[in-house]
Protein backbone atom coordinates (compact mmCIF):
# COMPACT_ATOMS: atom_id res chain seq x y z
CA UNK A 1 0.00 0.00 0.00
CA UNK A 2 1.04 3.40 -0.60
CA UNK A 3 0.39 6.63 0.77
CA UNK A 4 0.40 10.39 -1.02
CA UNK A 5 0.07 13.59 0.54
CA UNK A 6 0.43 16.62 -1.68
CA UNK A 7 0.90 20.07 -0.33
CA UNK A 8 1.67 23.81 -1.55
CA UNK A 9 -1.60 24.65 -2.88
CA UNK A 10 -2.53 28.17 -2.48
CA UNK A 11 -4.22 31.32 -4.17
CA UNK A 12 -2.02 33.16 -6.45
CA UNK A 13 -2.48 36.07 -8.87
CA UNK A 14 -1.98 35.50 -12.44
CA UNK A 15 1.47 35.53 -13.26
CA UNK A 16 2.45 34.22 -9.99
CA UNK A 17 4.36 31.03 -8.87
CA UNK A 18 3.76 27.86 -6.98
CA UNK A 19 5.92 24.58 -5.70
CA UNK A 20 3.70 21.76 -5.67
CA UNK A 21 5.31 18.73 -3.57
CA UNK A 22 4.16 15.15 -3.25
CA UNK A 23 6.02 12.50 -0.57
CA UNK A 24 4.87 8.88 -0.97
CA UNK A 25 5.13 6.89 2.33
CA UNK A 26 4.66 2.68 2.44
CA UNK A 27 6.48 -0.37 2.63
CA UNK A 28 9.14 -1.62 0.11
CA UNK A 29 8.46 1.23 -1.81
CA UNK A 30 9.60 1.23 -5.59
CA UNK A 31 7.57 3.68 -7.16
CA UNK A 32 8.24 3.80 -11.54
CA UNK A 33 6.14 6.79 -12.47
CA UNK A 34 5.25 9.51 -10.76
CA UNK A 35 3.30 12.45 -11.51
CA UNK A 36 0.26 15.23 -11.38
CA UNK A 37 -3.06 15.56 -12.76
CA UNK A 38 -5.35 18.19 -12.54
CA UNK A 39 -9.43 18.50 -12.73
CA UNK A 40 -11.22 22.08 -12.92
CA UNK A 41 -14.64 22.93 -12.11
CA UNK A 42 -16.73 21.13 -14.72
CA UNK A 43 -13.95 19.84 -16.31
CA UNK A 44 -11.87 16.14 -16.79
CA UNK A 45 -9.49 15.14 -15.31
CA UNK A 46 -6.51 16.26 -17.22
CA UNK A 47 -2.70 14.45 -17.21
CA UNK A 48 -0.23 17.78 -16.63
CA UNK A 49 3.17 16.09 -16.01
CA UNK A 50 4.91 12.74 -15.76
CA UNK A 51 8.52 12.13 -14.88
CA UNK A 52 10.19 8.12 -14.81
CA UNK A 53 12.29 6.64 -12.29
CA UNK A 54 15.32 7.74 -14.18
CA UNK A 55 13.90 11.41 -14.71
CA UNK A 56 12.64 11.22 -18.11
CA UNK A 57 9.63 14.32 -18.39
CA UNK A 58 6.51 14.86 -20.49
CA UNK A 59 4.11 17.88 -20.06
CA UNK A 60 0.61 18.76 -21.66
CA UNK A 61 1.27 21.38 -24.23
CA UNK A 62 -0.10 24.10 -22.02
CA UNK A 63 1.84 24.28 -19.31
CA UNK A 64 5.58 23.79 -21.16
CA UNK A 65 7.95 25.94 -20.52
CA UNK A 66 5.68 26.98 -17.63
CA UNK A 67 5.70 24.15 -15.44
CA UNK A 68 8.71 21.88 -14.30
CA UNK A 69 8.58 18.29 -12.95
CA UNK A 70 10.86 16.60 -10.40
CA UNK A 71 11.77 13.66 -7.70
CA UNK A 72 13.88 12.20 -5.74
CA UNK A 73 13.76 8.74 -5.76
CA UNK A 74 15.70 8.21 -2.27
CA UNK A 75 12.83 10.51 -0.37
CA UNK A 76 10.04 9.23 -2.52
CA UNK A 77 8.54 12.66 -3.60
CA UNK A 78 7.50 14.55 -6.53
CA UNK A 79 7.73 18.49 -6.91
CA UNK A 80 5.84 20.79 -9.61
CA UNK A 81 7.36 24.10 -10.23
CA UNK A 82 4.32 26.38 -11.60
CA UNK A 83 5.52 29.52 -12.88
CA UNK A 84 3.74 31.95 -14.87
CA UNK A 85 0.45 30.87 -13.33
CA UNK A 86 -3.05 31.26 -15.39
CA UNK A 87 -6.14 31.30 -14.40
CA UNK A 88 -7.03 28.55 -16.15
CA UNK A 89 -4.67 26.61 -14.60
CA UNK A 90 -6.86 26.67 -11.68
CA UNK A 91 -7.61 23.16 -10.21
CA UNK A 92 -7.39 20.55 -7.85
CA UNK A 93 -3.97 19.10 -8.33
CA UNK A 94 -3.35 15.71 -7.70
CA UNK A 95 -0.30 13.83 -7.00
CA UNK A 96 -0.42 9.93 -8.59
CA UNK A 97 2.38 7.41 -8.47
CA UNK A 98 3.01 3.73 -10.08
CA UNK A 99 4.19 0.91 -8.38
CA UNK A 100 4.48 -3.10 -9.58
CA UNK A 101 1.79 -1.42 -12.34
CA UNK A 102 -0.58 -0.13 -9.90
CA UNK A 103 -1.77 3.46 -9.91
CA UNK A 104 -1.75 5.47 -6.26
CA UNK A 105 -3.52 8.37 -5.82
CA UNK A 106 -3.36 11.68 -3.41
CA UNK A 107 -6.32 13.43 -2.16
CA UNK A 108 -5.77 16.71 -3.78
CA UNK A 109 -4.41 20.30 -3.39
CA UNK A 110 -6.41 22.93 -4.49
CA UNK A 111 -4.69 25.75 -7.02
CA UNK A 112 -6.53 29.13 -7.18
CA UNK A 113 -5.33 31.66 -9.30
CA UNK A 114 -7.44 34.79 -9.32
CA UNK A 115 -6.29 38.41 -9.09
Known amino acids: QVQLVESGGDLVEPGGSLRLSCAASGRNLYINNMGWYRQAPGKERELVAT???????SYVDSVKGRFTISRDNAKNTVHLQMNSLKSEDTAVYYC?????????WGRGTQVTVSS
Open 51 to 57: ISRGGGT
Open 96 to 104: FANMWSIPY
